[in-house]
C-alpha cells in the first residue's frame, strides 16, 4: 500500500507537468477526441504535446506490458491513474477501437510478431482501426454472416458487405469477421486483418435519427487480403477457421464496457440536476416527474453499488462469467430512461435541433443516441437470452 | 472494502443457510404456526435456538455480552430469514432494539440485554400512529410525573406487540406533533399498567397489534438516551432496521425467484417445458438482473452503516425501495409464473407474495424511501 501512495504521489506530479491546461476542460464535440491514425491531425498543440507525453509514458495503453507500448501498470496502478486523471478531469490523450478491442484481442489471442507491431502501432496512436462484424442480414444472429473470403493460396479474396462499422470512413484498418468456411457456421469465420486502402473497399456513411454518422456500411469487392504480413505477423488472428472464438471474447469485453462497468459516473443520481435545469428554464418540477425522477435515481444508485460489485468481484475472479451481460442490459436501459427524463425535464427546449442554447440540439441528439444502447453489442433481447440460457439455465435457451 | 462477503462472513452465511433451511424453513415455522393459529405467530423454540447460534446478540457489543458484529453479518441471517419466510423476532429485537439500547444506560442494558442474547426475552418497537409510516410525526405524548413520566396515546403495527417483553416506545415528551426535536425513547415493560394490546392477525401470518397507552406510568429510568433527544436515536434504529429490513426483502425476492425459475424447469404445457418459452425466459432474466442489483446496494448499505458513514442514510433508502420493488417484481411473477397452482395455499409461492406485502410496509415502503431519496439528494 506504501508503494501504491509512492505511485500516486509521482502520478499526481507527472500529471501536473506534463497536462497542459487545455487537456484538462471538458470534451465540448467530436473534435476535442483524438482518434489517432494516418489522417489525423491535431486541434492544437495541447492535444498534440498530451499524446506525446503520455506515448513516451505508456499512458495511452497504461495497463498493456512495456514491450508492447504500455507502462506495464498493475490493475491497482492502473486505478490510481484513472482516479489522478480524473481528479483533474484530464482528458484522455487517445481514444481508438484499438485500444478498446483490437487490443485486448491481441493481448489474449495474438503472437508475439502481431503484439510487436500493432500493438506498438496502436499505442502510439499510428493506427487508426474499425470493427467488422455486423451485415445486413447478420445483425443479433451475428455468426450467420456472409462476408466470404476465397482461398487463392497465399491470400484470400473477399466479398460482401459490413454495416454498423463505426467510424470505417476515418480508419485506416479493419479486423474484420469474414467466411472461410462455408460448410461450417461456427467453425468457419477468420477474424482477419487488413487495410482499408486496399483495392475493392468502399464505405458509405450512413445518416442517423440523430443527424450524425458515426456508422458506415462497408463495401467488400474482390478485395485481396494477403495471409501474411511478414514474419510470425499472420493477417489472422488466433487460427483460421476459428474467428468466431475470438468475436466472442471481444463481445464479452465491447458488452463490459458498454455497461459502464469500467468507471464513470454517468449511472449517478440525477434529480438534483434537473431540478437545478428545470430552474434555469424557469420552471420548478412537475410532482408527477418529480416522483419519476425520484424512483430512477433510486434504480441508478443501486446500479452504481452493482457496478462496484461486478468490478470487485471480476477482479477476483467471483462474478459469473455471464454477468456481463446482465449489466449490459441493466445500464443500457437506465441509460435510455436517463434520456427520456432529461428530455421532459427540458421541455421545449430540449426539442430544438439547432440552436445556441442547446449547443446544436444536443439534448435531442443524446436523447437519440441512446436508444443504440440496447441494439448495439448484442441486444437486450439477446442479453436476456444469454442470462436465460448460461445463468438460469433454463431448457432449450 | 470490496462489495463481497469476507471469508468470515462467507462462513457465516453457510451456516446461516444451512441452520435456518433446516430450522426455519416455512413448513417448520410459519405454516406450523400460521396452522396452529398461535398467538404469537412464532416459535419461541427457534428463537432460543438462535440465540445458542449466537444471532440473538450478533449486533450487541462484546462489552455488554453480545457478539459485536456489524450490520453486514446481521443481513447475512435476515437474508436467510427472507428466503425461508421464516417468523421470528429477530428484526425488532436483534436489530431495532438492540440498536436503540446501545444508547439506553448501563441499567437498561443490563435489565434487558441479557434476555435477548439468551433467547429469552422478545422486544418489539412502536413507532406508527397512522397506516402508513411516518416518523417526523409523533403525537403520542409523555407528560413529566414526579421522577417519571406519564405515557398517552397509540401506535399501530406494532410487529409482535403482545409477545413482546419490552417495547421502544417514541413518543413526545415536548413541543408539537410535527417537530423534529422533543421526541424521547422509553423502553415499556409488558407489565406496564394502562399498556393495553388489540392483537391483529396480518396478511403474513405475523401477530401485531394496535397499542393504547392509557396514562402508563414510567419510571425516570425507562428513558433510552436524552430527555427530548430521543430523534437521534430513533434514525438510528430506523436507520439499522431500514438495512435490516432490506436484506430481509432480499432474501424474499431470492426465495420466491429460485422457487419460480425451478417451477419453469419442472412444468410442461404444449408439450414442453414451460422455461422453454422465451416470453418467461425474458421475464425470468430481468427479474434476475434487478434482484442481482437490489443486493448489491443492500451490501452497499450495510458497509456504509458499519463504517458509520454518513451516506448510508441515502443508500438506506435506495436499498430499501429497491428491493421493495425487486421483491414486489419477484412475487408477482413467481404467483404468476405459477399459474393456477400460484393461488393455492398448498403452494408457498403465494406466501412470499404475503410477506412481501407487510415487509415492504415496514419502516416505509418504496414511496416512502424515494421521496426520501429526493429529499435527501436535494429536490
Known amino acids: 500500500m506504501a508503494d501504491l501512495e509512492t505511485f500516486r504521489a509521482e502520478t499526481r506530479a507527472w500529471l501536473e507537468a506534463n497536462c497542459p491546461p487545455e487537456m484538462r476542460e471538458p470534451v465540448r464535440d467530436e473534435s476535442d477526441i483524438y482518434w489517432g491514425g494516418r489522417r489525423a491531425t491535431f486541434k492544437n498543440d495541447a492535444q498534440k504535446a498530451w499524446l506525446e507525453a503520455c506515448v513516451a509514458k505508456g499512458y495511452t495503453v497504461p495497463a498493456w506490458p512495456k514491450a508492447y507500448g504500455g507502462a506495464g501498470l498493475s490493475p491497482a496502478e492502473a486505478k490510481v491513474l484513472r482516479e489522478e486523471m480524473g481528479r483533474i478531469n484530464a482528458r484522455p490523450p487517445l481514444s481508438s477501437f484499438g485500444i478498446w478491442m483490437l487490443g485486448p484481442a491481441l493481448l489474449h489471442f495474438g503472437t508475439e510478431g502481431q503484439k510487436q507491431r500493432f500493438l506498438n502501432e496502436i499505442a502510439r496512436g499510428e493506427i487508426r482501426w474499425c470493427q467488422g462484424y455486423s451485415e445486413p442480414g447478420s445483425g443479433s444472429d451475428l455468426v450467420s454472416l456472409q462476408t466470404y473470403g476465397e482461398d487463392k493460396g497465399d491470400s484470400w479474396e473477399v466479398n460482401g458487405q459490413k454495416i454498423w462499422t463505426s467510424y470505417a470512413d476515418h480508419a485506416d484498418w479493419i479486423f474484420c469477421l469474414v467466411r472461410t468456411d462455408k460448410a461450417d457456421k461456427y467453425q468457419g ?149 436517463r434520456h427520456e427524463l432529461v428530455m421532459a425535464v427540458g421541455g421545449s427546449r430540449s426539442l430544438e435541433w439547432e440552436s445556441e442554447a442547446t449547443e446544436g440540439g444536443k439534448p435531442s441528439r443524446n436523447w437519440l443516441r441512446t436508444k443504440a444502447n440496447s441494439i448495439e453489442g448484442g441486444t437486450s433481447e439477446v442479453m436476456l437470452n444469454v442470462i436465460a440460457k448460461r445463468i438460469l439455465d433454463l431448457p432449450g435457451a | 472494502m470490496p462489495l463481497y462477503h469476507n471469508e468470515d462472513q462467507a462462513m457465516l452465511a453457510d451456516t446461516a443457510r444451512g441452520f435456518i433451511a433446516e430450522e426455519g424453513n416455512i413448513a417448520k415455522q410459519l405454516r406450523h404456526w400460521r396452522d396452529r393459529n398461535c398467538k404469537d405467530g412464532f416459535g419461541h423454540g427457534l428463537w432460543k435456538q438462535m440465540a445458542e447460534m449466537g444471532f440473538t446478540g450478533m449486533l450487541v457489543e462484546e462489552a455488554d455480552g453480545g457478539l459485536g458484529m456489524g450490520h453486514v453479518e ?75 413520566f406519564r405515557l398517552t396515546g397509540s401506535k399501530s403495527f406494532v410487529i409482535q406487540g403482545a409477545s413482546a417483553d419490552m417495547i421502544v416506545v417514541a413518543a413526545r415528551t415536548s413541543g408539537s406533533d410535527e417537530d423534529a426535536d422533543g421526541i424521547t425513547l422509553f423502553a415499556v415493560p409488558k407489565d406496564a399498567a394502562g399498556m393495553s394490546h388489540a392483537s391483529v392477525r396480518l396478511v403474513d401470518s405475523a401477530m401485531a397489534t394496535h397499542t393504547r397507552f392509557d396514562s402508563v406510568e414510567l419510571d425516570g429510568d425507562a428513558v433510552i438516551g436524552e430527555i427530548d433527544g430521543g430523534r437521534a436515536v430513533l434514525d438510528a434504529m430506523l436507520l439499522a432496521g431500514r438495512v435490516g429490513a432490506a436484506a430481509e426483502g432480499v432474501g424474499v425476492a431470492r426465495g420466491a425467484m429460485d422457487m419460480t425459475v425451478d417451477y419453469l424447469k419442472q412444468r410442461k404445457q404444449f408439450g414442453k417445458l414451460i422455461g422453454e418459452f422465451q416470453a418467461l425466459q425474458h421475464r425470468a432474466s430481468h427479474l434476475y438482473s434487478e434482484v442481482e442489483i437490489a443486493r448489491a446496494v443492500t451490501v452497499k448499505a450495510q458497509q456504509l452503516l458499519d463504517a458509520g458513514a454518513p451516506s448510508a442514510e441515502l443508500m438506506a433508502s435506495v436499498a430499501k425501495a429497491k428491493v421493495a420493488k425487486t421483491a414486489r417484481l419477484a412475487v408477482q411473477e413467481g404467483v404468476q409464473m405459477h399459474g393456477g397452482i400460484g393461488m393455492t395455499d398448498e403452494y408457498d409461492i403465494g406466501l412470499y407474495m404475503k410477506r412481501d406485502r407487510a415487509l415492504a410496509e415496514f419502516l416505509g415502503d418504496a414511496y416512502f424511501h424515494a421521496n426520501r431519496v429526493a429529499e435527501l439528494s436535494g429536490y
Open chain 1, 189 to 337: 469465420i477468420t477474424f482477419m486483418l487488413f487495410d482499408m486502402a486496399s483495392e475493392g473497399v468502399t464505405t458509405k456513411p450512413i445518416l442517423l435519427i440523430s443527424g450524425n454518422s458515426p456508422f458506415c456500411e462497408t463495401f467488400f469487392d474482390n478485395v485481396s487480403v494477403p495471409k501474411s504480413y511478414g514474419d510470425d505477423v499472420p493477417a489472422y488472428v488466433g487460427t483460421i477457421n476459428r474467428g468466431w472464438d475470438v468475436a466472442k471474447y471481444l463481445l464479452g469485453h465491447e458488452r463490459e464496457m458498454i455497461s459502464g462497468a469500467d468507471g464513470g459516473d454517468r449511472t449517478a443520481g440525477i434529480g438534483a440536476a434537473m431540478k437545478r435545469h428545470a430552474a434555469r428554464l424557469g420552471d420548478d418540477l412537475d410532482p408527477v416527474l418529480r416522483a419519476e425522477l425520484a424512483m430512477f435515481d433510486v434504480d441508478a444508485l443501486a446500479y452504481t453499488a452493482m457496478g462496484e460489485k461486478f468490478l470487485d468481484e471480476i477482479k477476483v475472479g467471483k462474478a459469473h462469467p455471464a454477468q456481463p451481460n446482465m449489466m449490459k442490459y441493466a445500464g443500457t436501459e437506465l441509460n435510455k430512461r
Open chain 2, 74 to 148: 446481521a443481513g447475512i441471517v435476515l437474508e436467510e430469514i427472507g428466503r425461508n419466510l421464516t417468523p421470528s423476532p429477530f428484526l425488532t429485537s436483534s436489530v431495532l432494539a438492540a440498536t436503540a439500547l446501545k444508547h439506553g444506560s448501563d441499567d437498561l442494558k443490563g435489565r434487558y440485554l441479557p434476555g435477548l442474547i439468551a433467547g429469552d426475552s422478545v422486544f418489539a418497537v412502536a413507532i406508527d400512529e397512522t397506516a402508513k409510516h411516518r416518523p417526523s410525526r409523533i403525537a403520542t405524548r409523555a407528560e413529566k410525573s414526579g421522577n417519571g
